[in-house]
Structure formats: structure tokens, C-alpha cells
């Protein structure tokens, strides 16, 4: 298996523009995680799935942030409208029957 | 409020040496526990992990220490190799769930030949 893959790698745009970032967890994984990192901070849940179904949102920031998971394969989170201090590191997780977490290698967020 | 601290940003050892990493945790509920280790522009990997029914365990050069009472975990590297220089981050979790690990910030391990 391939792993967790995440795209894009890196993704810098502008405030106010939007912002899609893409997951493909590892097949016959039933629960995927959204995680941010910064050094504030460190690793924060923002969401996660089970089964394509979300779970509990209630790291997410604010509003402009959402996330999907329309098939067990595929799941976003968008930010919309983005701004600076959404810049960090994002991480895409997946996990099948025991608490291990396998983690993408994150997309490098930065808002201008 | 922080439920998995890990006060120490960084850490700094002599390549053979032992390596100590630390972690607190205030929440009681909590009975599984994991070591990840991230390298830069990675994502975390799995290292070791420890239940709460263990006060111990060991896997090749790394492993782990629970002490339920005081609320604290140590990973202990011995010997500490080059290789091993990244970023440790300290999770639990609770009731067998499958779902939130709660995380701690890291700590920045460098091993210097």
C-alpha cells in the first residue's frame, strides 16, 4: 500500500482566496483525521470520519473551514476565505483497527 | 487546557548515549499511550506504544515507561544513534476508542555524532 497520500505538498496563496487540500487514506481504513500543526500549537484535531461520516468537528477554527468525505477513498478540507494565520501544516490520518495513526506527509500551507 | 505536556522543546545527546524523553498527562481516563517521530517534511510515524495495564515495554532500542501514578511516560533510547534526531510526540487515548488522540507538542530530539 502506497499509504496516506496527501496533495498538494506545498500551497501558497493569497487572503481571501480559497483553499482546497486532498486526502486518500489507505484502503480499508475506516476512520480518517484532519490534523494542523504550528508551533503554537502542535498537532490539533480539527476533525475526523468514520466510515465517510464525520464524527466530531469540533476542532475546527471557524466557519471557513470544512471538510468532506464523499467515498472511503477521498476526503477534503477546504478553506474559505483563507487567511495568514491559517498557515501551517496540515495532515491527512488514517486508521484501521488498532490506535495506530498513519499520517500523510502534510501539506505546507501558507496564506499571504 | 493541555491534557498531554511535553515540557521540554528540545533535547540534545551524544551519539551512544541514552536518550530520555518525557510526558505528562492530567487526564485519568486515559489507558493507551503512543510514541510517534516525525521527520522534517513527513508526516509522524508510529514508534511504540504501552496500555495501561503495562508499566513497560521494549522494542529493540526504544522503550517505553508508564507510570500511572505520577501521570508520566518516558521513551528511552539506548544507544541514541544520529538516525534517531527528529521530532517525539506523545499521544493518549481512552476507552479502547478508536478516534481523538490528544497529542502532545513535541519534542525536538538531536543526537550529535
Known sequence: DAGVIQSPRHEVTEMGQEVTLRCKPISGHDYLFWYRQTMMRGLELLIYFNNNVPIDDSGMPEDRFSAKMPNASFSTLKIQPSEPRDSAVYFCASQGNDEKLFFGSGTQLSVL | ?113
Open chain 2, 1 to 113: 487546557d493541555q491534557q498531554v505536556k511535553q515540557n521540554s522543546p528540545s533535547l540534545s545527546v551524544q551519539e551512544g548515549r541514552i536518550s530520555i524523553l518525557n510526558c505528562d498527562y492530567t487526564n485519568s481516563m486515559f489507558d493507551y499511550f503512543l510514541w510517534y517521530k516525525k521527520y522534517p517534511a513527513e508526516g509522524p510515524t508510529f514508534l511504540i506504544s504501552i496500555s495501561s495495564i503495562k508499566d513497560k515495554n521494549e522494542d529493540g532500542r526504544f522503550t517505553v515507561f508508564l507510570n500511572k501514578s505520577a501521570k508520566h511516560l518516558s521513551l528511552h533510547i539506548v544507544p541514541s544513534q544520529p538516525g534517531d534526531s527528529a521530532v517525539y510526540f506523545c499521544a493518549a487515548n481512552y476507552g479502547g476508542s478508536q478516534g481523538n488522540l490528544i497529542f502532545g507538542k513535541g519534542t525536538k530530539l538531536s543526537v550529535k555524532p
